[in-house]
Nanobody, 120 residues
């Protein structure tokens, strides 16, 4: 089984920065895509950023130029550096990965979520 542990959320003032981490553990043969999603109160969960195993990144328009996703394959960890935070970035942030425990099939796994609150 694969477990994801997120950390790094918290309360920050507008214009500040936070760095989220999501570490995968358990039986892991390989990880393909790693993503960060977020869900604000009363809104649908949205994909914020994704990074492929080859390092290709994509971002939702609202965070381009402010957020940076990266990964450390040796540590099975994905990061989200969030700069110039805005109140509208307030949400619960979830990591999601596509991993293969035994080298054949890939499955998706979700973290438990970490709260990010940006005050104005």
């Amino acid at each position: 089984q694969v477990q994801l542990v997120e950390s790094g959320g918290g309360l920050v003032q507008a214009g500040g920065s936070l760095r989220l981490s999501c570490a995968a553990s358990g039986t892991i043969f390989s990880i393909n895509v790693m993503e960060w999603h977020r869900q604000a109160p009363g809104k649908q969960r949205e994909l914020v950023a994704r990074i492929t195993s080859g390092g290709t990144t994509n971002y939702v328009d609202s965070v381009k130029g402010r957020f940076t996703i990266s990964r450390d394959n040796a540590k099975n960890t994905v990061y989200l550096q969030m700069n110039s935070l805005k109140p509208e970035d307030t949400a619960v942030y979830y990591c999601r990965i596509e991993a293969s425990p035994e080298g054949d099939y890939f499955y998706q796994y979700w973290g438990q979520g970490t709260q990010v609150t940006v005050s104005s």
